[in-house]
């Protein structure tokens, strides 16, 4: 099948990404509608400044690894296919705030936020791993869903659950002091594929009551922080959870 139409090929004569002598054709693909080509040839380490809104990033299946450095003030937003990686390549994205806004997938990217990372309806999480660090979020709005992803959450991050958004099969990891909250929750429940680490499962503003579903990716870990609030448990899938904090959910265990 052919290119987009807006689409321009990465020729990396050097790392820049608003260099026009870089791609193919000579214009920067930095609009909404964009999609940015990646191939087997070219710089891998990709410097992108300031902030930067683009259709959709595209590997072909023969690309090499890349690694995107962002200006940590800055902001990458994609509007149509987000990350679309058809090689056996990891493909990285080292950034401050990252946004998926509608149909877009993070794909199988590695993606480092010293930011916010958010998803809004209906993005989705795809395959990729979201490594969330500091007094930063992962944000889910609406029918936003993380899928398959595995989210890494250090320091006080938090996994923010809004509206009708969805865990997915995701693997969620926290750290010690990090959160995983539902906030305007509008389900009675959702899912998650498994819970391992410390911090604190609870509800925010405005959420009376969430059941939550855990087991879906069959992996057997243990979670020793809090469960708090009026959240219900039901664990299901192949693997074994174990619940070693002092934990004090009021809505039951199955």
């Known amino acids: 099948a052919g290119l987009p139409v807006h689409a321009q090929t990465w020729l990396g004569l050097s790392g ?13 693909p930095e609009m ?28 072909s299946n023969d690309a090499q ?12 937003r994609f509007w149509e296919n987000g990350i679309v990686n058809g090689s056996a390549s990891t493909q990285t994205i080292n950034a401050g705030d990252v946004t998926f806004r509608g149909n877009s997938s993070a794909g199988n990217a590695i993606i480092n936020s010293s930011g916010n990372v958010e998803l809004w309806h209906p993005a989705s999480g795809g395959n990729a791993t979201f490594n969330i660090k500091g007094a930063r979020s992962l944000l889910l709005t609406e029918t936003a869903s993380l899928d398959r992803a595995t989210v890494n959450l250090t320091g006080t991050a938090s996994l923010d659950m809004h509206d009708s958004s969805s865990g997915g099969e995701a693997a969620i990891s926290m ?22 680490g410390g911090g604190t499962v609870g509800l925010g503003a405005r959420t009376s009551a969430v059941q939550l579903t855990i087991g879906g990716n069959h992996q057997s870990t ?8 009026n959240l219900s448990i039901v664990k299901t899938g192949s693997g074994t959870l174990t619940l070693a ?9 199955t």
């Open 245 to 253: 904090g002092n934990n004090g959910f009021s809505g039951g265990l």
């Open 175 to 196: 750290g010690d002091i990090s959160r995983l909250i539902f906030v305007d929750y509008a389900l009675p429940g959702t899912t998650i594929g498994s819970l391992s």
């Open 222 to 229: 243990t979670y020793y922080g809090i469960i708090r609030d």
């Open 16 to 28: 820049d990404y608003r260099e026009t002598a870089n791609w193919n054709p000579g214009v920067v």
């Open 65 to 76: 690894a890349y690694t995107f450095d962002m200006d940590p003030s800055g902001e990458l």
């Open 32 to 59: 909404t509608t964009a999609t940015a080509v990646f191939g087997a040839a070219g710089a891998a380490n990709v410097s992108i400044a300031g902030t930067m809104h683009v259709g959709t990033f595209q590997f």
